[in-house]
């Protein structure tokens, strides 16, 4: 076996909560290990951190991506993930929270989390005597966005300093990407119909930590100013996972105009990347032929692997 890179133990026993809980320089650490796990793991090596060890996955909402690539990623760390569907354990049947919390905590090494309010996330956190991740919530994406900065640092060399525009709803993903873009000081930009705006707590708190990194973070209506000499244009879906019943009424506002097509895409910069953290909608968020035309979308579903890998390594490592 070749030898391992040493981890900084200084996430051990972290939370991974929100991008926000973490500096700039945090964030390229996880960056540098994520690279690092991704080149050891193409070059078949083995990257045993999580050897030994559990990781209790709980999933409130469906996953394609998320579920498949903690599980793969725990056994490439060398621990067992086991999956824990909401509609069998208690919780499905009311057992509180905080005391699957601490329940797990007596059998796991970690804990990641897929559900609907946040606040479900924090309490799972101050409860639980593991480190805690959030696989997305109703406010935030973080796993998501870790592997977008991964993914756009590779393909363009740095983060500090670029623009890119969120298209869509003010959603998890458009917060998450304010809080990760804002840290790493590059120029977010969000296009959103009104009614349909970021949280203003999560803009303020991002536009902060923007302005400490030299960079900003704007909120507009007009999709076509949000483009304009973009590096990266983001997209997500109309809907969100639990918001089905609003599906009508959402394709009602944003069709047609929040749309990444060709029309979008001549406002960015002619190497612009396009970003979606899938599952995409064709025809409605994005065109066919855009969606076609940028491949670099598997790179980051692809990233989400060793972004986790990363995260996993660091906050379950022994100090
Ligand atoms: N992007 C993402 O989180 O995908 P899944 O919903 O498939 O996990
Ligand atoms: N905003 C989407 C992201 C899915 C990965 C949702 O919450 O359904």
């Known amino acids: 076996m070749t030898e391992l890179m040493k981890l900084k133990t200084d996430y051990a026993g972290r939370d991974f909560l929100s991008l926000l809980d973490y500096t700039a320089e945090d964030l390229a650490y996880f960056l540098d290990v994520a690279d690092y796990l991704k080149a050891e793991h193409k070059a078949g090596h083995e990257t045993p951190y999580l050897k030994g060890k559990t990781m209790g996955l709980i999933f409130e909402k469906s996953s394609t991506r998320t579920r ?37 905590s007596r059998f796991l090494n970690g804990l990641m989390i897929r559900t609907f309010s946040h606040d479900i996330v924090t309490e799972l956190a101050e409860y639980a005597d593991i480190p805690v991740i959030n696989g997305l919530t109703d406010l935030l994406h973080p796993c998501q966005v870790l592997a977008d900065l991964q993914t756009i640092r590779e393909h363009k060399g740095k983060l500090a300093g670029l623009k890119m525009a969120f298209i869509g709803d003010g959603n998890n993903m458009a917060h998450s990407l304010m809080n990760g873009g804002a840290r790493m000081g590059m120029h977010v930009c969000c296009a959103c119909p009104e009614g349909y705006l970021p949280d203003a707590h999560v803009v303020a708190e991002a536009q902060a930590a923007a302005q400490d990194a030299g960079g900003s973070v704007t909120v507009v209506n007009d999709p076509m100013e949000a483009a304009k000499d973009a590096d990266v244009i983001y997209t997500d879906v109309w809907a969100s996972m639990g918001q089905e019943a609003e599906k009508a009424a959402r394709e009602a506002v944003f069709a047609g105009v929040y749309q990444v097509n060709d029309k979008l895409m001549a406002q960015a910069k002619a190497d612009a990347m396009v970003l979606h953290c899938l599952p995409a909608h064709r025809g409605e968020e994005i065109t066919e032929e855009v969606f076609e035309s940028h491949p670099e979308i598997f790179d980051e579903a692809e990233n989400r692997l060793y972004a986790q890998m990363a995260v996993m390594a660091l906050l379950l490592l022994d100090k």
């Open 68 to 104: 498949v690539s903690f599980e793969s990623g725990i056994y490439y760390l060398g621990g067992m993930g086991l999956f824990l569907s909401s509609h069998d354990l208690q919780i499905g049947r009311g057992e509180p929270i905080k005391d699957t919390a601490r329940v797990l």
